[in-house]
Protein backbone atom coordinates (compact mmCIF):
# COMPACT_ATOMS: atom_id res chain seq x y z
CA UNK A 1 0.00 0.00 0.00
CA UNK A 2 1.50 2.92 -1.18
CA UNK A 3 2.05 6.46 0.88
CA UNK A 4 1.20 9.80 -1.32
CA UNK A 5 2.99 12.88 -0.22
CA UNK A 6 0.05 14.97 0.68
CA UNK A 7 -0.66 12.14 3.20
CA UNK A 8 2.67 12.23 4.64
CA UNK A 9 2.98 16.18 4.85
CA UNK A 10 -0.68 15.57 6.44
CA UNK A 11 0.88 13.63 9.00
CA UNK A 12 3.18 16.20 9.98
CA UNK A 13 0.86 18.78 10.09
CA UNK A 14 -1.35 16.75 12.80
CA UNK A 15 2.24 15.69 14.56
CA UNK A 16 1.52 11.90 13.34
CA UNK A 17 4.60 11.93 11.46
CA UNK A 18 6.92 8.66 11.96
CA UNK A 19 10.75 10.20 10.77
CA UNK A 20 13.66 8.27 11.23
CA UNK A 21 17.68 9.27 9.87
CA UNK A 22 19.08 7.08 6.94
CA UNK A 23 21.17 5.31 9.85
CA UNK A 24 18.27 4.38 12.03
CA UNK A 25 16.58 2.89 8.59
CA UNK A 26 18.85 0.55 8.53
CA UNK A 27 18.19 -1.64 11.26
CA UNK A 28 14.13 -0.49 10.71
CA UNK A 29 14.51 -2.10 7.28
CA UNK A 30 16.73 -5.12 8.44
CA UNK A 31 14.44 -5.60 11.24
CA UNK A 32 11.16 -5.33 9.28
CA UNK A 33 11.65 -6.03 6.00
CA UNK A 34 11.16 -3.60 2.97
CA UNK A 35 7.53 -3.78 3.16
CA UNK A 36 7.02 -3.65 6.95
CA UNK A 37 9.64 -0.54 7.10
CA UNK A 38 7.28 0.79 3.99
CA UNK A 39 4.39 0.58 6.38
CA UNK A 40 5.81 1.63 9.62
CA UNK A 41 8.59 4.63 8.45
CA UNK A 42 6.80 8.07 6.56
CA UNK A 43 10.53 10.17 6.12
CA UNK A 44 14.21 9.18 6.14
CA UNK A 45 16.47 12.05 6.65
CA UNK A 46 19.60 11.59 5.33
CA UNK A 47 22.63 14.53 6.16
CA UNK A 48 26.29 15.27 4.73
CA UNK A 49 28.85 17.67 6.02
CA UNK A 50 32.25 17.94 3.96
CA UNK A 51 33.64 19.98 1.51
CA UNK A 52 31.83 21.17 -1.40
CA UNK A 53 34.19 23.54 -3.70
CA UNK A 54 31.23 24.56 -6.38
CA UNK A 55 29.44 26.70 -4.01
CA UNK A 56 28.96 30.27 -3.44
CA UNK A 57 27.03 33.33 -2.53
CA UNK A 58 24.86 35.47 -4.96
CA UNK A 59 24.24 38.92 -3.43
CA UNK A 60 22.63 42.39 -4.36
CA UNK A 61 24.96 45.12 -2.53
CA UNK A 62 21.77 48.36 -3.29
CA UNK A 63 23.12 50.95 -4.97
CA UNK A 64 25.80 53.37 -3.37
CA UNK A 65 25.56 57.29 -4.01
CA UNK A 66 26.68 58.09 -6.34
CA UNK A 67 25.95 54.67 -8.19
CA UNK A 68 28.22 53.22 -9.66
CA UNK A 69 28.49 49.96 -12.18
CA UNK A 70 30.16 47.40 -10.32
CA UNK A 71 28.90 44.43 -12.90
CA UNK A 72 31.49 45.19 -15.93
CA UNK A 73 34.33 46.30 -12.64
CA UNK A 74 35.97 44.46 -10.09
CA UNK A 75 34.75 43.30 -6.95
CA UNK A 76 36.44 41.90 -3.48
CA UNK A 77 35.03 41.25 -0.61
CA UNK A 78 38.14 41.40 2.17
CA UNK A 79 40.59 41.02 -0.58
CA UNK A 80 38.71 38.18 -1.92
CA UNK A 81 38.19 38.75 -5.69
CA UNK A 82 34.20 37.78 -6.72
CA UNK A 83 32.40 38.00 -10.00
CA UNK A 84 31.21 41.02 -11.43
CA UNK A 85 30.03 39.78 -14.63
CA UNK A 86 26.10 40.55 -13.95
CA UNK A 87 24.08 43.80 -13.42
CA UNK A 88 25.59 47.14 -11.52
CA UNK A 89 25.34 45.49 -7.90
CA UNK A 90 24.53 42.05 -8.60
CA UNK A 91 27.92 39.77 -7.65
CA UNK A 92 28.79 36.11 -6.87
CA UNK A 93 31.23 35.08 -4.61
CA UNK A 94 32.99 31.47 -5.13
CA UNK A 95 34.23 29.62 -2.47
CA UNK A 96 37.42 28.61 -3.70
CA UNK A 97 38.55 32.47 -4.83
CA UNK A 98 42.08 33.34 -3.41
CA UNK A 99 42.83 37.41 -2.35
CA UNK A 100 45.55 37.99 -5.59
CA UNK A 101 47.94 38.55 -2.89
CA UNK A 102 47.72 35.01 -1.71
CA UNK A 103 51.04 33.26 -2.28
CA UNK A 104 49.17 30.45 -3.61
CA UNK A 105 51.94 27.08 -3.58
CA UNK A 106 54.80 29.28 -4.41
CA UNK A 107 56.14 28.02 -1.00
CA UNK A 108 55.15 24.53 -1.55
CA UNK A 109 53.08 23.30 0.09
CA UNK A 110 51.17 26.69 0.46
CA UNK A 111 48.28 26.95 3.81
CA UNK A 112 45.64 29.01 1.60
CA UNK A 113 43.84 30.46 5.14
CA UNK A 114 41.48 32.78 3.57
CA UNK A 115 39.66 32.32 0.56
CA UNK A 116 36.20 32.63 -0.89
CA UNK A 117 34.43 30.09 1.53
CA UNK A 118 35.76 31.90 4.86
CA UNK A 119 34.17 34.66 3.52
CA UNK A 120 31.20 33.60 3.28
CA UNK A 121 31.26 31.95 6.93
CA UNK A 122 32.24 35.69 8.02
CA UNK A 123 29.07 36.83 6.43
CA UNK A 124 27.07 34.62 7.86
CA UNK A 125 28.56 34.61 11.32
CA UNK A 126 27.65 38.59 11.21
CA UNK A 127 31.44 39.73 10.81
CA UNK A 128 31.30 42.63 9.03
CA UNK A 129 33.44 42.33 5.60
CA UNK A 130 35.32 44.90 3.70
CA UNK A 131 33.89 45.19 -0.01
CA UNK A 132 35.90 47.43 -2.57
CA UNK A 133 35.13 47.65 -5.82
CA UNK A 134 36.58 49.66 -9.42
CA UNK A 135 34.75 50.08 -12.42
CA UNK A 136 35.06 52.46 -15.36
CA UNK A 137 32.03 55.00 -14.76
CA UNK A 138 29.28 55.47 -17.08
CA UNK A 139 26.67 58.66 -17.30
CA UNK A 140 24.16 56.73 -15.11
CA UNK A 141 26.40 55.15 -12.75
CA UNK A 142 29.51 57.79 -12.59
CA UNK A 143 31.20 56.27 -9.45
CA UNK A 144 34.35 54.56 -10.43
CA UNK A 145 35.62 53.12 -7.15
CA UNK A 146 33.82 52.27 -3.67
CA UNK A 147 34.96 51.29 -0.53
CA UNK A 148 32.76 49.97 2.82
CA UNK A 149 32.46 47.75 5.36
CA UNK A 150 29.51 45.72 4.87
CA UNK A 151 27.37 43.04 6.98
CA UNK A 152 24.98 40.47 5.72
CA UNK A 153 21.96 41.78 6.95
CA UNK A 154 22.88 45.22 5.03
CA UNK A 155 22.70 43.34 1.71
CA UNK A 156 19.08 42.89 -0.19
CA UNK A 157 19.36 39.07 -1.44
CA UNK A 158 22.16 37.28 -0.48
CA UNK A 159 21.30 33.31 -1.66
CA UNK A 160 23.75 30.66 -1.26
CA UNK A 161 24.05 28.78 -4.57
CA UNK A 162 26.18 26.08 -5.18
CA UNK A 163 26.60 24.79 -8.56
CA UNK A 164 27.69 20.95 -7.70
CA UNK A 165 26.77 19.43 -3.63
CA UNK A 166 26.21 16.13 -2.11
CA UNK A 167 27.96 14.29 -4.43
CA UNK A 168 26.76 10.54 -5.03
CA UNK A 169 29.82 8.48 -3.88
CA UNK A 170 33.03 9.48 -4.59
CA UNK A 171 36.84 8.10 -4.92
CA UNK A 172 39.04 6.95 -2.08
CA UNK A 173 42.55 8.54 -2.68
CA UNK A 174 45.94 6.61 -2.04
CA UNK A 175 49.58 7.64 -3.35
CA UNK A 176 51.57 5.00 -5.05
CA UNK A 177 54.48 7.55 -5.17
CA UNK A 178 57.96 8.06 -3.28
CA UNK A 179 56.87 10.96 -1.59
CA UNK A 180 54.14 12.84 0.33
CA UNK A 181 51.43 14.43 -1.78
CA UNK A 182 48.88 17.39 -1.29
CA UNK A 183 45.20 17.11 -2.94
CA UNK A 184 41.77 18.04 -2.58
CA UNK A 185 41.33 14.84 -0.31
CA UNK A 186 43.88 15.94 2.27
CA UNK A 187 47.19 15.18 2.54
CA UNK A 188 48.35 11.30 1.49
CA UNK A 189 51.56 9.32 2.44
CA UNK A 190 53.68 7.79 0.17
CA UNK A 191 53.28 4.14 -0.79
CA UNK A 192 49.93 3.48 0.14
CA UNK A 193 50.57 5.06 3.52
CA UNK A 194 47.19 6.78 3.45
CA UNK A 195 43.45 6.36 2.21
CA UNK A 196 41.57 9.42 2.23
CA UNK A 197 37.76 8.89 1.71
CA UNK A 198 35.17 11.64 1.43
CA UNK A 199 31.49 10.77 1.89
CA UNK A 200 28.56 10.29 4.52
CA UNK A 201 27.96 7.14 3.28
CA UNK A 202 24.48 5.58 4.31
CA UNK A 203 23.97 9.04 5.59
CA UNK A 204 24.31 10.61 2.47
CA UNK A 205 21.42 12.00 -0.01
CA UNK A 206 21.62 10.78 -2.77
CA UNK A 207 22.93 7.36 -1.19
CA UNK A 208 19.25 6.89 -0.11
CA UNK A 209 18.07 7.91 -2.93
CA UNK A 210 19.78 6.42 -6.00
CA UNK A 211 18.07 6.44 -8.59
CA UNK A 212 16.54 9.98 -7.96
CA UNK A 213 13.13 9.21 -8.13
CA UNK A 214 12.28 11.73 -4.66
CA UNK A 215 14.84 14.08 -5.16
CA UNK A 216 14.34 16.74 -7.85
CA UNK A 217 14.08 20.12 -8.83
CA UNK A 218 11.97 22.10 -6.28
CA UNK A 219 12.51 19.27 -3.26
CA UNK A 220 12.99 21.26 0.26
CA UNK A 221 15.97 20.71 1.87
CA UNK A 222 18.32 21.38 4.92
CA UNK A 223 21.28 23.95 3.89
CA UNK A 224 23.39 25.69 5.83
CA UNK A 225 21.26 25.19 8.43
CA UNK A 226 18.20 26.78 6.73
CA UNK A 227 15.73 25.77 4.59
CA UNK A 228 16.86 25.59 0.59
CA UNK A 229 16.21 23.89 -1.90
CA UNK A 230 17.48 21.52 -4.85
CA UNK A 231 17.13 23.71 -8.30
CA UNK A 232 18.89 21.76 -10.86
CA UNK A 233 20.79 18.58 -11.49
CA UNK A 234 24.42 19.71 -10.33
CA UNK A 235 27.43 19.93 -12.31
CA UNK A 236 28.98 16.82 -13.79
CA UNK A 237 25.98 14.54 -12.42
CA UNK A 238 26.03 10.99 -14.37
CA UNK A 239 23.21 9.10 -13.75
CA UNK A 240 25.25 6.37 -16.03
CA UNK A 241 27.99 6.02 -13.82
CA UNK A 242 28.56 2.55 -13.13
CA UNK A 243 25.84 0.81 -10.27
CA UNK A 244 26.03 -2.48 -8.31
CA UNK A 245 23.32 -5.28 -8.33
CA UNK A 246 21.60 -3.09 -6.16
CA UNK A 247 21.44 -0.02 -8.26
CA UNK A 248 23.64 1.63 -5.88
CA UNK A 249 26.80 3.47 -7.66
CA UNK A 250 29.89 1.95 -6.70
CA UNK A 251 31.69 6.22 -7.63
CA UNK A 252 30.95 9.38 -7.89
CA UNK A 253 27.93 9.62 -10.00
CA UNK A 254 24.89 12.01 -9.16
CA UNK A 255 25.38 15.61 -7.86
CA UNK A 256 22.85 18.42 -7.26
CA UNK A 257 22.90 22.19 -7.56
CA UNK A 258 21.20 23.85 -4.60
CA UNK A 259 20.35 26.85 -3.39
CA UNK A 260 19.07 28.87 0.14
CA UNK A 261 18.64 32.00 2.01
CA UNK A 262 22.45 32.83 3.70
CA UNK A 263 20.43 35.44 6.13
CA UNK A 264 18.47 32.01 7.44
CA UNK A 265 21.45 29.81 7.39
CA UNK A 266 24.73 29.71 10.25
CA UNK A 267 28.44 29.51 10.55
CA UNK A 268 27.81 25.93 12.42
CA UNK A 269 26.48 24.43 8.98
CA UNK A 270 29.13 27.03 6.43
CA UNK A 271 32.28 26.93 7.41
CA UNK A 272 35.89 28.11 5.48
CA UNK A 273 38.28 25.36 4.84
CA UNK A 274 41.79 25.51 3.93
CA UNK A 275 43.43 22.42 2.10
CA UNK A 276 47.12 22.42 2.42
CA UNK A 277 49.13 22.44 -0.89
CA UNK A 278 45.42 22.88 -2.63
CA UNK A 279 43.30 25.50 -1.50
CA UNK A 280 40.65 27.15 0.20
CA UNK A 281 37.02 26.02 0.31
CA UNK A 282 33.87 25.73 1.75
CA UNK A 283 32.49 22.85 4.09
CA UNK A 284 28.60 22.62 3.62
CA UNK A 285 26.22 21.54 5.40
CA UNK A 286 23.54 19.41 3.57
CA UNK A 287 20.13 17.43 4.24
CA UNK A 288 17.36 16.08 2.47
CA UNK A 289 14.34 14.48 3.64
CA UNK A 290 13.02 11.21 1.62
CA UNK A 291 9.44 10.68 1.88
CA UNK A 292 8.86 6.57 2.14
CA UNK A 293 6.31 6.12 -0.73
CA UNK A 294 6.53 2.82 -1.19
CA UNK A 295 8.69 -0.24 -0.74
CA UNK A 296 11.30 0.48 -2.78
CA UNK A 297 11.92 3.40 -1.51
CA UNK A 298 12.19 1.66 1.90
CA UNK A 299 14.58 -0.98 0.70
CA UNK A 300 16.89 2.21 -0.72
CA UNK A 301 16.67 4.42 2.09
CA UNK A 302 17.61 0.98 4.60
CA UNK A 303 20.77 0.90 2.75
CA UNK A 304 24.18 0.62 4.84
CA UNK A 305 27.63 1.46 4.74
CA UNK A 306 28.76 -1.86 3.79
CA UNK A 307 26.23 -2.00 0.65
CA UNK A 308 28.32 0.93 -0.44
CA UNK A 309 31.13 0.57 -2.21
CA UNK A 310 33.81 3.22 -3.31
CA UNK A 311 36.73 3.12 -5.49
CA UNK A 312 40.74 3.20 -4.50
CA UNK A 313 42.32 5.48 -7.25
CA UNK A 314 45.92 6.72 -6.89
CA UNK A 315 46.10 10.51 -6.55
CA UNK A 316 49.93 10.02 -7.38
CA UNK A 317 49.64 9.07 -10.92
CA UNK A 318 45.94 7.91 -12.32
CA UNK A 319 44.03 10.39 -11.57
CA UNK A 320 46.60 14.06 -12.14
CA UNK A 321 46.95 12.18 -15.72
CA UNK A 322 43.10 11.38 -15.88
CA UNK A 323 43.37 7.85 -16.53
CA UNK A 324 40.36 5.96 -15.17
CA UNK A 325 42.51 3.03 -13.50
CA UNK A 326 40.66 1.80 -10.05
CA UNK A 327 42.62 -0.09 -7.81
CA UNK A 328 39.97 -2.17 -6.17
CA UNK A 329 36.75 -1.47 -4.61
CA UNK A 330 35.77 -1.33 -0.74
CA UNK A 331 32.83 -0.43 1.32
CA UNK A 332 32.26 2.27 3.94
CA UNK A 333 31.92 0.09 6.45
CA UNK A 334 35.29 -1.45 5.54
CA UNK A 335 37.18 2.62 5.19
CA UNK A 336 35.24 3.24 8.93
CA UNK A 337 36.94 0.64 10.17
CA UNK A 338 40.17 2.44 10.28
CA UNK A 339 42.23 0.18 7.85
CA UNK A 340 42.05 -1.13 4.02
CA UNK A 341 43.76 -3.44 2.96
CA UNK A 342 45.25 -2.63 -0.80
CA UNK A 343 48.17 -4.77 -2.59
CA UNK A 344 48.71 -6.84 0.21
CA UNK A 345 49.04 -3.64 2.25
CA UNK A 346 47.19 -2.64 5.44
CA UNK A 347 46.47 1.36 5.03
CA UNK A 348 45.05 3.64 7.07
CA UNK A 349 42.09 4.95 6.50
CA UNK A 350 40.88 8.35 7.21
CA UNK A 351 37.75 10.53 6.54
CA UNK A 352 37.58 13.86 5.36
CA UNK A 353 33.74 14.46 5.47
CA UNK A 354 32.11 14.52 9.32
CA UNK A 355 29.98 11.79 9.96
CA UNK A 356 28.78 13.06 13.68
CA UNK A 357 27.79 16.40 11.45
CA UNK A 358 26.36 14.36 8.84
CA UNK A 359 24.17 12.73 11.61
CA UNK A 360 23.41 16.18 13.49
CA UNK A 361 21.92 17.50 10.16
CA UNK A 362 19.94 14.24 10.05
CA UNK A 363 18.75 14.42 13.30
CA UNK A 364 17.90 18.55 13.19
CA UNK A 365 16.04 17.76 9.92
CA UNK A 366 13.88 15.09 11.55
CA UNK A 367 13.13 17.17 14.29
CA UNK A 368 12.46 20.19 12.11
CA UNK A 369 9.91 17.62 10.75
CA UNK A 370 8.49 16.08 13.41
CA UNK A 371 8.09 19.59 15.09
CA UNK A 372 6.05 20.25 12.10
CA UNK A 373 7.18 23.08 10.74
CA UNK A 374 8.80 21.53 7.57
CA UNK A 375 6.98 19.80 5.08
CA UNK A 376 8.09 17.76 1.76
CA UNK A 377 7.95 18.64 -1.32
CA UNK A 378 7.18 16.74 -4.55
CA UNK A 379 9.81 17.33 -7.56
CA UNK A 380 8.55 19.68 -10.29
CA UNK A 381 11.32 18.45 -12.81
CA UNK A 382 13.06 15.08 -12.60
CA UNK A 383 16.96 15.19 -12.09
CA UNK A 384 17.99 13.23 -15.63
CA UNK A 385 18.02 9.75 -14.60
CA UNK A 386 20.02 6.57 -15.97
CA UNK A 387 18.15 6.13 -18.99
CA UNK A 388 18.88 10.13 -20.23
CA UNK A 389 22.19 8.19 -21.06
CA UNK A 390 24.30 11.40 -19.48
CA UNK A 391 27.61 10.77 -18.54
CA UNK A 392 29.96 13.54 -17.72
CA UNK A 393 32.67 13.82 -20.25
CA UNK A 394 36.10 15.28 -20.58
CA UNK A 395 37.62 18.29 -21.56
CA UNK A 396 37.39 19.19 -25.19
CA UNK A 397 41.07 19.14 -26.69
CA UNK A 398 41.25 21.43 -29.85
CA UNK A 399 44.85 23.44 -28.88
CA UNK A 400 44.83 26.39 -30.67
CA UNK A 401 48.61 25.87 -31.92
CA UNK A 402 47.96 22.20 -33.51
CA UNK A 403 47.63 21.87 -37.13
CA UNK A 404 44.24 22.39 -38.78
CA UNK A 405 43.00 24.51 -36.04
CA UNK A 406 44.79 27.79 -36.82
CA UNK A 407 41.81 30.59 -37.46
CA UNK B 1 63.00 8.37 43.22
CA UNK B 2 61.57 7.51 39.09
CA UNK B 3 60.94 10.59 36.90
CA UNK B 4 60.51 10.74 33.50
CA UNK B 5 61.31 13.80 31.33
CA UNK B 6 60.64 14.76 27.72
CA UNK B 7 63.38 16.99 26.69
CA UNK B 8 64.68 19.19 23.41
CA UNK B 9 68.35 18.11 22.29
CA UNK B 10 70.15 20.27 20.49
CA UNK B 11 73.85 18.51 19.02
CA UNK B 12 76.03 20.44 17.51
CA UNK B 13 78.33 19.24 14.45
CA UNK B 14 80.88 18.49 16.95
CA UNK B 15 78.63 16.14 18.67
CA UNK B 16 76.74 14.33 15.85
CA UNK B 17 78.56 11.35 15.25
CA UNK B 18 79.22 10.87 18.97
CA UNK B 19 76.54 7.53 20.58
CA UNK B 20 75.18 9.88 22.97
CA UNK B 21 71.74 8.41 23.43
CA UNK B 22 73.59 4.63 23.17
CA UNK B 23 75.48 6.13 26.63
CA UNK B 24 72.29 7.12 28.63
CA UNK B 25 71.16 3.87 28.38
CA UNK B 26 74.58 1.52 29.09
CA UNK B 27 76.44 4.26 31.34
CA UNK B 28 73.63 5.87 33.01
CA UNK B 29 70.75 3.17 33.17
CA UNK B 30 67.90 4.95 31.62
CA UNK B 31 65.20 4.51 29.42
CA UNK B 32 64.99 6.28 26.50
CA UNK B 33 62.11 7.18 23.86
CA UNK B 34 63.18 9.06 20.55
CA UNK B 35 59.81 10.72 19.52
CA UNK B 36 61.96 12.90 16.83
CA UNK B 37 65.03 13.38 15.60
CA UNK B 38 66.38 15.28 12.40
CA UNK B 39 69.65 16.93 11.32
CA UNK B 40 68.58 20.45 10.14
CA UNK B 41 70.19 22.18 7.54
CA UNK B 42 73.22 23.74 9.27
CA UNK B 43 74.25 20.36 10.45
CA UNK B 44 72.68 20.54 13.88
CA UNK B 45 71.44 17.12 15.04
CA UNK B 46 67.72 17.95 16.87
CA UNK B 47 66.22 15.37 18.47
CA UNK B 48 62.95 15.20 20.92
CA UNK B 49 63.68 12.55 23.98
CA UNK B 50 61.65 10.92 26.66
CA UNK B 51 64.13 9.80 29.48
CA UNK B 52 62.92 7.77 32.39
CA UNK B 53 64.65 6.74 35.64
CA UNK B 54 66.03 7.05 38.36
CA UNK B 55 66.52 10.91 39.63
CA UNK B 56 69.41 11.11 40.40
CA UNK B 57 71.31 9.38 36.89
CA UNK B 58 69.02 11.56 35.07
CA UNK B 59 70.63 14.36 36.76
CA UNK B 60 73.95 12.82 36.08
CA UNK B 61 73.11 12.09 32.18
CA UNK B 62 71.97 15.73 32.26
CA UNK B 63 75.47 16.96 33.56
CA UNK B 64 77.07 13.97 30.64
CA UNK B 65 74.81 16.05 27.74
CA UNK B 66 75.77 19.55 28.66
CA UNK B 67 80.17 18.16 28.61
CA UNK B 68 79.15 16.97 25.35
CA UNK B 69 77.89 20.27 23.90
CA UNK B 70 74.36 19.36 23.83
CA UNK B 71 72.05 22.13 24.57
CA UNK B 72 68.86 21.15 26.48
CA UNK B 73 65.57 22.25 26.35
CA UNK B 74 62.36 21.12 28.14
CA UNK B 75 59.55 20.18 26.02
CA UNK B 76 57.59 23.25 26.75
CA UNK B 77 55.39 23.60 23.16
CA UNK B 78 52.13 22.07 23.18
CA UNK B 79 49.56 21.83 20.72
CA UNK B 80 45.83 22.38 21.39
CA UNK B 81 42.55 21.23 19.42
CA UNK B 82 39.77 23.88 20.05
CA UNK B 83 36.68 21.80 20.40
CA UNK B 84 34.63 24.88 19.15
CA UNK B 85 36.16 24.83 15.81
CA UNK B 86 36.84 21.26 15.42
CA UNK B 87 34.12 19.59 13.25
CA UNK B 88 35.10 16.29 13.21
CA UNK B 89 36.59 15.67 9.90
CA UNK B 90 38.86 13.49 10.42
CA UNK B 91 41.70 14.98 8.30
CA UNK B 92 44.70 15.35 10.84
CA UNK B 93 43.80 11.40 12.09
CA UNK B 94 45.75 10.70 9.05
CA UNK B 95 48.78 12.89 9.16
CA UNK B 96 49.65 12.39 13.29
CA UNK B 97 52.34 9.72 13.58
CA UNK B 98 51.57 9.02 16.79
CA UNK B 99 47.82 8.33 16.97
CA UNK B 100 47.74 11.06 19.28
CA UNK B 101 44.48 12.02 17.42
CA UNK B 102 42.01 9.02 16.87
CA UNK B 103 38.48 8.80 15.44
CA UNK B 104 36.72 7.18 18.26
CA UNK B 105 34.11 4.58 16.62
CA UNK B 106 31.47 4.22 16.11
CA UNK B 107 30.79 8.20 16.74
CA UNK B 108 33.20 8.86 14.47
CA UNK B 109 34.52 11.59 16.64
CA UNK B 110 38.35 13.10 16.16
CA UNK B 111 39.37 12.13 19.93
CA UNK B 112 43.18 13.89 20.83
CA UNK B 113 45.18 12.61 23.43
CA UNK B 114 47.86 15.40 24.35
CA UNK B 115 50.00 12.91 26.01
CA UNK B 116 50.73 11.40 23.06
CA UNK B 117 51.91 14.30 21.31
CA UNK B 118 55.18 14.73 20.20
CA UNK B 119 54.48 18.13 19.00
CA UNK B 120 55.64 17.19 15.15
CA UNK B 121 52.92 20.10 14.16
CA UNK B 122 51.76 18.68 10.89
CA UNK B 123 48.02 18.56 12.41
CA UNK B 124 48.21 22.70 12.56
CA UNK B 125 49.05 23.34 8.87
CA UNK B 126 46.50 19.66 7.66
CA UNK B 127 43.55 21.28 9.97
CA UNK B 128 41.18 22.71 6.98
CA UNK B 129 39.29 24.77 9.74
CA UNK B 130 42.17 25.83 11.81
CA UNK B 131 41.15 24.10 15.15
CA UNK B 132 44.55 22.27 16.30
CA UNK B 133 46.94 25.14 17.56
CA UNK B 134 50.50 25.42 18.81
CA UNK B 135 51.18 26.55 21.88
CA UNK B 136 54.66 27.73 23.47
Redesign the interface.
Known sequence: MAKTLEEINEKIRTGKVVVVTAEEMVDVVAQKGAKGAAEAIDVVTTGT???MCSSGVMMNLGHSSPRMKIGGGQVKLNRVPGYAGLAAVDIYLGATALPDEDPRNAVF?G?F?YGGGHVIEDLVARRRVLLEAESYGTDCYPRRELATWLTLDELNEAYIFNPRNGYQNYNIAVNLSQKTIYTYM??L?ARLG?A?YCSAGQLSPLMNDPHYHTIGVGTRIFLGGGVGYVVWQGTQHSPTAPRNEKGIPTGGAGTLAVLGDLKQMSERWL??????GYGATL?VGLGIPIPVLDEQTAAETGVSDADILAPVVDYSGAYPERKPDVIKHVSYAEL???VIEVNGKFV?A????????AKEIAETLKSWIAGGGFELTAPVAALPQADSGLKVRPMADHPPQAPGNER | MQVSHRIVLHFPPTATDQPVIFRLSRDYGLVFNILRASITPEEEGLMVLELSGEDSDYQRAIGYLSEMGVRIQPLVQDIRKNDEKCVDCGACVGVCPTEALVLERPSMRVIFDPEECVVCGECVPTCPVAAMELRF
Open positions: FGPPERGTRSNRGASFRIKSGPTPLSSYPR
